[in-house]
T-cell receptor, first 112, second 115 residues
Framework: DQQVKQNSPSLSVQEGRISILNCDYT??????FLWYKKYPAEGPTFLIS?????DKNEDGRFTVFLNKSAKHLSLHIVPSQPGDSAVYFC???????????FGKGTKLSVKP | DGGITQSPKYLFRKEGQNVTLSCEQN?????MYWYRQDPGQGLRLIYY???????QKGDIAEGYSVSREKKESFPLTVTSAQKNPTAFYLC??????????????FGEGSRLTVL
């Protein structure tokens, strides 16, 4: 039973436009959410995070929105650049151990 | 430079053989993790260790074993009992300052292929 779902396996966007990656979760105990970016044959790198007490966090071109009532978060990348092409993983944590639960990822392709 | 080093990057194994993947970190992190990634799948937790000489099973621990004798090292052994060991393996550690909400820092990964 997937607790963190990324329902879009892939997304293609034109350079300069907005990329919106979505993530849904089922466990209301999750209190911290993160986005990771991964290139092929490399380890994921941390991108941005948000606590459940907030509904928005912004870092440069990246903004994460959290809708707790809908158990939904999204990552906005504006403007998208070809170097943003990668797989993006949504992750959530909660509870005493705080282990991260990852979604299956969304492959973003930004076309020049 | 501080970071997490995984070795080897690529490894081939014959069926029935055990193999050990190395993970070393010089970040002074207490918590370390092993994840497995398969095509089209997310990262699934194999084992984790919050402190030296202690470790816990993750979601898919069957066929794997770990040890945590030193803070810096968290090797993963893929045993012959693992039915489908071909995968990309990722080691990670977590900053103690982050508590239960700190982000994970990942190594570059090790790709294991069973022939």
């Amino acid at each position: 039973d997937q607790q963190v779902k990324q329902n879009s396996p892939s997304l293609s966007v034109q350079e300069g436009r907005i990329s919106i990656l979505n993530c849904d979760y089922t466990n209301s105990m999750f209190d911290y959410f993160l986005w990771y970016k991964k290139y092929p044959a490399e380890g994921p790198t941390f991108l941005i995070s948000i606590s459940s007490i907030k509904d928005k966090n912004e870092d440069g071109r990246f903004t994460v929105f959290l809708n707790k009532s809908a158990k939904h978060l999204s990552l906005h990348i504006v403007p998208s650049q070809p170097g943003d092409s990668a797989v993006y993983f949504c992750a959530a944590s909660g509870g005493s151990q705080g282990n991260l639960i990852f979604g299956k990822g969304t492959k973003l392709s930004v076309k020049p | 430079d501080g970071g997490i080093t995984q070795s080897p990057k690529y490894l081939f194994r014959k069926e029935g053989q055990n193999v050990t993947l190395s993970c070393e970190q010089n970040l002074n992190h207490d918590a370390m993790y092993w994840y497995r990634q398969d095509p089209g799948q997310g990262l699934r937790l194999i084992y984790y260790s919050q402190i030296v000489n202690d470790f816990q099973k993750g979601d898919i621990a069957e066929g794997y074993s770990v040890s945590r004798e030193k803070k810096e090292s968290f090797p993963l052994t893929v045993t012959s009992a693992q039915k489908n060991p071909t995968a990309f393996y990722l080691c990670a550690s977590r900053s103690p300052q982050g508590g239960n909400t700190g982000e994970l820092f990942f190594g570059e990964g090790s790709r294991l292929t069973v022939l």
